[in-house]
Structures are given as C-alpha cells and as structure tokens.
C-alpha cells in the first residue's frame, strides 16, 4: 500500500473571527469531491500529526481528508488574546464551510476529539460519523471547583508575562540550536516514536535568527480560566446522534477511569453505535502506527449509509 499512497496538498481557509479574520492552513489528502473527513489535532501538535493515517485511508476509499492547523499551531495565523476551548468548534465549522461541506465525518485526536464532539453535539446534523483517536470530550471539572481553577489561571498568567517579559528585556529567546536539538527535547517530554517526532517538528517549528523555534503560540499554555462542567460534556455527548467509534491506546492519555466509563456510558446508551477499540500503544498511535488504526477505522467508514437521502 505504502508505494501508493497519496501526497498531501496545503491549503489555506479564511476564517472569521470575532475580530477580523485568520488564516487557517490545513494539509489535504484524496480527490476533492469525495466523501469528506475533517480532522483536527492534538494540542501544541499540527496537522502533520495525519500525515501518516490520512493517506492509507484515502488509497483504500475514496475519501477527501483535510487535517487543519488549528488556530495558533502549526501554520495558522494565531489569535489576538486567549484561546477558549469553547471557541474551536466555530473555528472548525467555519473552515468546514469555507471548504463547502454541509456535512462531513469528524475524525480528531486528543484535544482534536474533545472540540469534535461538541460540533456533534451542538450541530448533529453536520456530522456523518465521529471517529475519536485517543480523546472523549474536553477535560471537565466539578462545577465547585470553578472559582479555584480562574484564581490559579490568573495567577499562573501573571507569573508567565512576567517571566515573558524579563527574558525579552535580557535578550533570551526560546530557541533551540538546531532541528535536531529540538527533536530530541520533544523526545524526552513525550513518548513519541523519533519518527513521529520529527514529523510533527517539521511543520511545528521555524528557523529565526535566534535559531529553531516552535510555531505554537506561547497563549496556548496559559491555563483554562473555565471548563466545562462534567454534567454538561455528558450532555455534549448524549446531543450526539452520528455513529462514533472511540480508539483507546492501552499506554494512553492517563485520563480518570471512572470518568472515562461514564463517558462511553453516555454514549453507547443513544440510539447510534458506539465502537470502543482498544490498541497497543501510547497518545499518539494513531501517527506511531498508522497501519493498526487504519485497519480499525476503515470498517467503521464503510459501514456508514446516509440516513437522510
């Protein structure tokens, strides 16, 4: 299959946001026109995270795969202020739209997954099938906790524009000497496969006159001022009416079990299948070991009808 596969293609959606309007650049795979499947990453990861999974799904089916840089990663324009998680999936729809897609197959990892559930969740009838690479929902947290979680958000903010700002007035820069170097930093933080380092660190950084420097904005890391209720992803997850399938890497996301089991509660308790497929492998199987998970999801595609023809 290896010697057939398809080659991605960049493209680049406008995007309105509340102020103005962005850039959002995605990688592309298969015959536009084909059956469509928007995807979108982890966070701080890019669209290069499906540069190993799209192309062996698309030479076994005809299928058109856009995998966005979403705002503030990879390629994409960044945002002016913060990044709310409530904010990605207009962001995602928009580029849905500006790709000419009423409806289309969601199929995320990580971060990616959570934003894709409440697209379909909120707009079901958008969503074809949700296919979810080692992610169920946003991370939630027990509404008590809320007045905490924006104490310590803005606290934690203050001390990095503080940091931010005495390293830019003694000239420092968060750069690292070579390609190579920040690879192997990438390696020591994660579990990632060198391979799938290099992948993602490819499109992930830019060479400056300080050196290599990763594409994220710094904004990212700023902590959640507010997250979703428990209560309210379980609902997210109920509104969905799509067939979903979950792929669960055994050395995974190390997410509560409890909460993970009431998750896929919700979900296998709709109308609509659920199929939950565990694999051998960390977070990021789905780029490690494209092969494996290929193998899992192209049943699951085939097995979709439209239902409202």
């Known amino acids: 299959m290896t010697a057939t596969l398809p080659q991605a293609e960049e493209l680049e959606l406008p995007v309105p946001w509340l102020l103005g309007e962005g850039r959002v650049r995605a990688r592309a ?24 999974l799209a192309p062996r799904l ?8 856009v995998a966005l840089d979403l705002p503030g990663h990879g390629l994409s324009d960044r945002k002016l202020g913060h990044y709310h998680f409530i904010d990605w999936p207009a962001d995602a729809l928009a580029a849905a739209d500006a790709l000419g897609w009423p409806s289309f197959t969601l199929m995320s990892h990580s971060m990616g997954a959570g934003i894709s559930t409440l697209i379909a969740g909120a707009v079901p009838k958008r969503v074809d099938q949700l296919i979810l690479l080692d992610g169920l929902g946003p991370l939630g947290d027990e509404a008590k906790l809320a007045p905490k979680r924006l104490a310590r958000s803005l606290r934690v903010e203050a001390r990095k524009r503080e940091v931010r700002e005495a390293r830019a007035a003694a000239g420092e820069h968060s750069a690292y000497p070579s390609l190579d170097a920040a690879i192997e930093r990438l390696l020591a933080a994660t579990k990632l496969t060198p391979a799938s380092a290099r992948t993602l660190a490819e499109r992930g950084l830019v060479e400056t006159e300080h050196g290599w420097e990763w594409r994220a904005d710094p904004a990212l890391r700023i902590d959640s001022r507010m997250r979703l209720t428990e209560e309210s992803v379980l609902t ?15 050395t995974g996301w190390p997410h509560d079990p409890k909460m993970v089991e009431a998750r896929i509660a919700t979900l296998q308790s709709r109308d609509a299948p659920c199929e939950v497929v565990n694999l051998d492998g960390n977070h990021h199987v789905h ?9 899992v999801v192209l049943p699951f595609l085939r097995s979709w009808q439209r239902t409202d023809a």
Do not use: K, Q, T, Y
């Open 29 to 52: 795979w298969g015959r536009p026109g084909a059956r469509p499947i928007l995807s979108m990453h982890g966070w701080l990861d890019n669209a290069a995270s499906f540069d190993g």
């Open 58 to 65: 698309c030479a076994a089916m005809d299928l058109r795969i």
């Open 236 to 250: 997210f997850l109920a509104a969905i009416r799509c067939p979903v399938l979950l792929v669960r890497a055994n």
């Open 287 to 295: 780029l490690d070991d494209p092969e494996s998970v290929a193998a």
